[in-house]
Each structure stands twice: as C-alpha cells, then as structure tokens.
C-alpha cells in the first residue's frame, strides 16, 4: 500500500474522556489527507464475507463512483459518511455461509449547510433514495478545522488580541476548533455553521495544553471562512511553567522495574476469521463505525451444543462532556464527542507493550474521509486475553481440599484521542457469560489560566470556584463524562420484556423470633416511561428477560443490566446542571440510566442523528414520548454511566486512567455454574 500524505499537525486521533475534540492545528497544516492513515488501495487481504462486515476499500470507491456517475457529487460535496447499511435483522440472524444478502451503502454529505441522506445498492449499482434532512447541521469534518485555523491566523482582530498578551508569532500559537452547542435565542445563531476557537501557546515542553490563552474566543463563520467575532475578556497572564511529562520525572527515586513477559507459547485460545471472533464459547462480529466505535453484533454463547442469542449489536450510542465553568471560554464546552467530530473516525494506531499487551492481535479499519475516499487506520483495535483471577475457590474445612479455577478474560480494546483526552473503551468478555464494557480516560486535563499560584492566594477563592488548582496559574475545571451505550440486547431471541426485582425488609406480625423477613418485589415495565429509571437504587435488578424462554428451573431465561459496576471517580448519579439549562434540554439522555424502546433502525443515537447546534431534544427524551409498549417485543436497551470529574493534584501534568464500568450479567440464563468445565492447574 502506498502511504498517504500526512498532515504536520492535525492528529485524527480516538475517543477520549474530558474535554476538547480531535485535532490541532498550526498555521502550515493543510487538510488534503487524514493522518495516521494510509491510502486503501483495491488489493487488500480478501476476508470472508459476513452481510455485516464494513465497507472496503472497493466498495468505498464504487459508492463514489455511482454517485459520481449520476450527477450527485457537486464542487461543494463532503462526505460526512459512507458506511455499510446493515441487512435486515431477522435476515441476518438466519444468514448462512454461501448466501448474498443485499449490499448497500449509507451516505451523509454536506453541501455548504444543506445535509443530505442517501443509500447506494452496490449490488444495482444505483442510488435508492437521495433525501435532504432540513433544519440539521451535519458533523464536524476534517477541512472545517483547517478553514477555522486559516480564518484565525488571517483575522487581523484576532491578532491583535495575541499582541495585547505578548504574542507576536502566531506559529506559535496552537489552535483548538471547537463546537458551539446552543446556549438560547442571544447566544449564537444556530443557522450558521459556526466553530470557536480557543488556543494554547506552544513554549517547546510538549505540552501546550499547559499554555491556555485564557479568555480570548475566536467565532468562526464556516461558510464565510472567517472570524465573525472576537471575544476578549481581559489579559490572564499565559502560565509557562514547564509541564512536559514525555520524559518523566528527573527527580525520581523509584527502582527499576524488571522485566514481566506475557507469553502464549501455544497462540491465543480465539479465533478470527475475518471480522468474527470465537473464544470460550462466545461468537461475535466486531467492525468499527465512523461516528461510535466499535460495533459488536450477533454476540451468542454456545451452551453445551446450544447456541444462544444474547446481544444483535451493542456499540457505544453517544456521549456528551459538560464542563461547569460559565465564563466566556468555557461556557459553551458541552461537547458530544461522537455526534459532533466522531469517536470512530478518531481512533487511532494501538501501541503494543503499552496501549495493549504484547499477545494482542491487531484489527485495521477501513473508514472514507471528508472527499469520499477510503484510508486505512492500522491497528486501531486489538483483542487479547488476560487473567482475569479466580473464577471460583472453595476450601472443604472437613477435607481440607482446595478447588478453585481462574478466570480468564478476552478483551477488545479501542482507544480515541478527542483533543486532550484518550478515552479506551474496552468491550471484556468472561467465560461465564458475563460481558462488561469498561470506559477509561486518560491524557490532559483541560485547564484555564488564573492568577493563582497556590490556594492561599487572594485570588484563589474566585479562581478556583469552578475547578481545581493543580500547578501555578491553572485550574483544571469541573466537568462530567457522560456515556451512553445502546444494546440491542435479543435474549434467547428477540422477543424480550423488562423485569424490576427489588429487595426489601418485609414486617412479620408474629410471636417468631425475628420481626422481618426479606423478599423481592418484582414488576414487569410495560412502557417506555416506565422503564426509564435513574440508578438510585443499586441493590434494585433490572432484567432482559425472555418471557418464551426458561431454564431448568421454570425461570424465564434473562441477563441482568447493571449501568454502575464500580470505577474510579464519583458516578455521575446525576446530569449537574439544571433543569433550565441548555445541555439537559438538549441532551436529556444523561437524565436516566436506562431506557428501553422498541427497535427501531432510525433511532440510533441517544442524542438523535444531528446534535451539532441542535437547539432541541432529538433522542431519547423525544422518542420515549410515545410511551410504545415494551412487553415481549424486540427490545433496545440504553445504558447512561459516567463520572463526575472533580480533578486533583495527582492528575497533572497527565492523568492516571479513570474507569468507569457497565455489565450484562446472565440472570437464570443457565441452569447451573457455567464455569465447571475450566480445567485445573
């Protein structure tokens, strides 16, 4: 393959946990390829064909083509997406080795604001529908940062502001572009397509985010190119104490480490055949989307000859980081990391030994950019296995005789850069049919200048009202990272309803020695308002159960949904923001923790498919509406988990990884210890 030009500057980079978007810019990057890729040429390794694997290079080309061919691409067409449009459902759950389905394409491209939806048959070679969505602003894409970054370093106002700070070289300036939201009728006009500009001062310690260029907000017209308006609030002097964190810590005392090797002499207990993986009994597609990450779809469990459905596809929905700083460069960071700039198309190359163990296996991805091309991103996910510490021990005290088995794990492994954060989505599959999604976040924090140096400053209780100080003159702000994951969960099929069990003290009215007793209450939600539930109550159980189905014991066979199973930060139990406020009325997915509805292949995103400065609820706090019934009918759940990042001293220069944890547990989906067969060491 013939590598690409890559840009000086600009990082296409993947999901992340805190704060700013994708890429930087200096004042020489251009935008005429993605970087971190390589161009996707037709001779590619051939995979077997699955009706749910990702569009190749090939077929990105062909997509380009038809459209092309039919008078459909203008001068001013970008793409926003080509992606694979998956079969039917039910065909694919009764697909077979040897049969066709139909091969489409889905396609989102901007010309100028307008926003238009097509599908493209690869099998008619022919466009099927071509539909503008009115009233939407499309994604962020790759040539809208470089015309921020050229509006910028061509506004003579914007450069005056730099002076006033002591900033004569601009090149010396990094530049953020960043969404606006929508913050009310006197904030900015929702019908432009805007970007605000913040930057950072690169004083040559690498890392400029230690370097804010505080309350200075450049206002970018897209269409225009140029900077409409330049927010100046006041000098803060630049902090430039030296935080590279690249080559550690001079003053070190720790010792050596010495060397931990992982090694499988015999090769990994998986299998990949193509995009399908195999181990322990697990079987399951994985592909990576643009907009979400990676997809894991037709996950089933092979017990003892039987192979079970549990999950069609589960992929992260959508996640959103609101910062609680109300100041002018800081009030409108509420970013919606995947709808606006794209958690996929932000992930980059994983670095053995240390993104990953040494054992792990790497995946490519084959994505199209901007102009409707295809690139390939080099081991942008990897699956690997790893102990996972006992899986069940008991010691017999009247033998004296110890069982106990160890647990072993398969991970697959994602990571996105968005701006200073690294988010790491993990997707951890156990032998006993557990599935648990871990969220990591790691890289910089997002911080802003202030005059304080420590606490005891006069400054400082103003300065650090919203954040915390953790090094002379800055302050890493309060914030939240908020994710939501959709999981079209099909237990033992896709018939499924929604069990609450909750554990409670019940009073006995007896002469008995005890006074209580304890008991389940147990409910069947019927509707989507009363599915939606906040997490308050983590002794509660909410099942995906299949009311056809039982196990030997007459229970309906179910697995159980668990949005909090333990992290590292506070558990965002709670959006901090109010009602009135603009990222709960147009985000309300971060108001519950589980919502269910019935599926529905247009409603994808919990936020909606165009949040860029939506000025309304378009997901789930809409759709729920409805109130449609949710007994036995083919279900989606939404699982909304995250933390509340309240940032400290140990965080800076870069962070430790934070976690935050999801399961779906098995709930009387077997009918005894699925784990006996482990063998002995």
Same mark, same amino acid.
Request: aromatic share 14%; glycine share 16%; proline share 7%.
């Given at each position: 393959m013939k590598k690409r030009k890559t840009l000086p500057v600009i990082v296409m980079a993947t999901l992340a946990l805190s704060t700013a978007p994708a890429v930087f810019l200096n004042p020489h990057a251009s935008a005429e390829e993605p970087s971190s890729s390589i161009a996707a040429q037709s001779a590619q390794k051939e995979i077997p064909y699955d009706p749910l694997n990702p569009l190749s290079a090939d077929e990105i080309n062909q997509v380009h083509s038809i459209l092309q061919n039919e008078g459909y691409i203008k001068p001013n067409t970008r793409f926003q997406e080509i992606t694979v449009k998956e079969p039917k459902k039910e065909d694919v759950w009764n697909w077979k080795p040897g049969i066709k389905l139909p091969r489409q394409a889905s396609v989102v491209v901007l010309q100028g604001k307008q926003v238009i939806e097509g599908v493209v048959d690869l099998d008619s070679k022919k466009v099927i529908s071509w539909n503008?969505?009115?009233?939407?602003?499309?994604?962020?894409?790759l040539d809208d940062w470089t015309t921020a970054q050229q509006a910028i370093t061509s506004s003579d106002e914007y450069k005056k502001a730099l002076e006033k700070r002591g900033i004569k070289d601009i090149s010396k300036v990094i530049a953020t572009p960043l969404t606006v939201g929508y913050f009310g009728p006197n904030d900015v006009d929702p019908h432009k397509r805007l970007l605000k500009v913040v930057a950072y001062l690169d004083t040559g310690d690498g890392n400029f985010w230690a370097h804010p260029i505080e309350n200075l907000v450049a206002v970018v017209d897209l269409e225009q190119k140029k900077v409409i308006e330049v927010q100046d609030k006041g000098v803060i002097p630049i902090p430039m104490k030296n935080d590279g964190y690249a080559n550690g810590d001079k003053d070190s005392k720790r010792e050596p480490q010495k060397p931990l090797e992982i090694v499988q002499p015999e090769g990994p207990s998986f299998t990949v055949n193509g995009d399908e993986v195999k181990w322990q009994n697990w079987t399951f597609h994985v592909r990576l989307d643009p907009r979400v990450g990676p997809v894991i779809s037709t996950v089933t469990f092979n017990d003892h000859g039987n192979i079970r459905k549990i999950m069609?596809?589960?992929?992260? &929905?959508?996640?959103?980081?609101?910062?609680?700083?109300? #100041?002018?460069?800081?009030?409108?960071?509420?970013?919606?990391? #995947?709808?606006?700039y794209g958690v996929g198309n932000l992930g980059r190359p994983l670095a053995p030994g240390t993104d990953v163990p040494t054992n792990a296996k790497f995946f490519d991805a084959t994505l199209a950019d901007y102009q409707g091309k295809p690139y390939v991103v080099h081991n942008v996910m990897?699956?690997?296995?790893?102990? &996972?510490? /006992?899986?069940?021990?008991h010691n017999d005290f009247v033998t004296g005789n110890t069982e106990s088995r160890d647990r072993r794990e398969l991970v697959l492994r994602f990571i996105s850069t968005v701006g200073n954060y690294d988010y790491i989505f993990d997707w951890v599959f156990q032998q006993n049919g557990t599935l648990r999604i871990d969220t990591g976040a790691s890289g910089i924090e997002a911080v802003k200048g202030v005059n304080s140096k420590t606490i005891h400053d006069h400054h400082a209780e103003e300065d650090t009202r919203n954040g915390t100080l953790i090094d002379q003159n800055l302050v890493a702000v309060y914030h939240q990272h908020i994710f939501n994951f959709r999981l079209d969960m099909d237990v033992d099929g896709q018939n499924n309803s929604i069990v609450e069990m909750t554990p409670k003290a019940q009073p006995l009215n007896n002469d008995g020695p005890r006074k209580s007793e304890m008991i389940v209450d147990e409910k069947i939600d019927k509707t989507e308002l009363e599915a939606a539930q906040k997490w308050t109550d983590p002794s509660k159980i909410v099942l995906v159960t299949n009311p056809e189905k039982e196990n030997k014991q007459g229970y309906p066979t179910g697995y159980q949904i668990i949005p909090y199973a333990g992290g590292t930060q506070p558990f965002a139990e709670n959006p901090l923001f109010t009602e009135d406020d603009w990222p709960i009325k147009r985000v309300q997915f971060t108001k519950n923790h589980i919502w269910v509805t019935p599926n529905n292949e247009n409603e994808m995103y919990p936020e909606g498919k165009y949040i860029n400065q939506s000025t309304e609820e378009r997901g789930l706090g809409l759709w729920t509406q409805q109130n449609r019934p949710i007994v036995n009918t083919d279900d989606v759940v939404w699982i909304t988990t995250g933390i509340t990042h309240i940032p400290r001293a140990e965080e800076w220069p870069i962070m430790p990884t934070e976690w935050v944890s999801v399961m779906l547990k098995p709930f009387n989906f077997f009918d005894r210890t699925p784990t006996?067969?482990? /063998?002995?060491?």
């Open positions: 503008e969505v009115k009233n939407v602003q499309g994604m962020i894409l069609y596809r589960g992929n992260l &929905g959508g996640m959103t980081v609101p910062y609680g700083d109300p #100041s002018v460069g800081w009030y409108f960071k509420s970013y919606m990391d #995947s709808g606006e990897a699956l690997f296995e790893r102990e &996972g510490g /006992p899986e069940w021990t006996l067969d482990l /063998p002995k060491k």
